[in-house]
């Protein structure tokens, strides 16, 4: 069991930075990939990035590539994702997710079992 507590969030101007925390309890913090997803209101929850149980494996969508950064500290079962340039279409809720095994890949979003319940970021023009 994974329990995941997002913070971080916050209203920002276009080209600003934020990081985003997600910090997790439960033992298998550790051996589970970890993953950024948002969801802006009218649309779908889409994948952000994802990181593997070392940190030694990313992934990013093509939105957010070059911009954001995930990373993890698995002594402080927190996993980050700093955000740079950000632009108004980031404007979303971001939730932290958890996989619960250490499996790589292209994961979909059921493949998480463990969620958040989300930070808000707004970006303004």
């Known amino acids: 069991q994974v329990q995941l507590v997002e913070s971080g969030g916050g209203l920002v101007q276009a080209g600003g930075s934020l990081r985003l925390s997600c910090a997790a309890s439960?033992?298998?913090?550790?051996?589970?990939?970890m993953g950024w997803f948002r969801q802006a209101p009218g649309k779908e929850r889409e994948f952000v990035a994802a990181v593997g149980w070392s940190g030694g494996n990313t992934d990013y969508a093509d939105s957010v590539r070059g911009r954001f950064t995930i990373s993890r500290d698995n002594a402080k079962n927190t996993v980050y994702l700093h955000m740079n340039s950000l632009k108004p279409e980031d404007t979303a809720v971001y939730y932290c997710a958890a996989t619960g095994t250490t499996g790589w890949g292209i994961i979909p979003k059921w493949g998480y079992r463990y969620w958040g319940q989300g930070t808000q970021v707004t970006v303004s023009s």
């Open positions: 439960g033992r298998t913090f550790s051996s589970s990939v």
